[in-house]
């Protein structure tokens, strides 16, 4: 009876490690598809921060905005992220969010919607910045939404996600922003769970057999 105790107990060690390695990189990124317009009007957007910056960028000339569905502008279902930045030196705009519960060591996914307004006179970047790194950077030529992926590893357990571009002479269009986690480091208390569970079931394995 003891030795049966000792097997469920063991068991339950294991399967608590187990699901504590796989249980990391549950992330989800708010109003990922630019549909909740913020305080301030319909080109602000709910849990994102928006900016400008570089040389000669202002909000006069560059910014973000909610494209409506009516334009077509939107991936799924209505509205989308617009960058519309004119590109002097280093003039670029954007949006941020920050990213909590991640874990270190671990390998996280994105992906997104993204596509410009025009080919004439092509002239665009689109970024992607995940905890001060830049994982996605690429001149778009697709007028038609397409997906487009990058991989970035945590070095803490939040990070800032940054989405960021110019475009001249139109817009560029990003929308539905998903996160998951590739791979998943597990923490030392993780691998000594699994390790007192996995020797605990070799001790009742040892007196089973004594006993046959």
């Known amino acids: 009876m003891h030795r049966n105790i000792l097997f469920r107990s063991a068991t339950r060690l294991v399967l608590a490690a187990t699901l504590l390695s796989s249980a990391a990189g549950a992330q989800s990124i708010a109003n990922a598809g630019f549909e909740v317009a913020g305080t301030g009007g319909a080109d602000v957007f709910a849990n994102w921060?928006?900016?400008?910056?570089?040389?000669?960028?202002?909000?006069?000339?560059?910014?973000?905005g909610q494209g409506s569905t009516s334009s077509g502008n939107g991936a799924?279902?209505?509205?989308?992220?617009?960058?519309?930045?004119?590109?002097p030196t280093g003039c670029l705009a954007g949006v941020a969010q920050t990213i909590s519960g991640l874990t270190v060591g671990t390998t996280y996914s994105f992906s997104f919607a993204a596509r410009i307004g025009s080919t004439s006179n092509l002239e665009n970047n689109l970024a992607v910045l995940f905890g001060g790194t830049e994982i996605f950077a690429q001149e778009l030529s697709n007028t038609a939404y397409a997906v487009f992926t990058a991989t970035g590893v945590a070095t803490s357990t939040s990070a800032e996600l940054r989405i960021q571009g110019y475009n001249r002479p139109t817009m560029t269009f990003v929308d539905n922003v998903t996160i998951a986690a590739v791979s998943t480091v597990p923490e030392p208390s993780t691998y000594a769970l699994l390790g007192t569970g996995i020797a605990a079931l070799g001790l009742v394995a040892r007196a089973r057999r004594r006993t046959v």
């Open 49 to 64: 921060t928006e900016f400008v910056s570089g040389a000669g960028c202002t909000t006069a000339n560059s910014g973000v």
């Open 76 to 87: 799924n279902p209505n509205r989308a992220l617009y960058i519309d930045a004119v590109p």
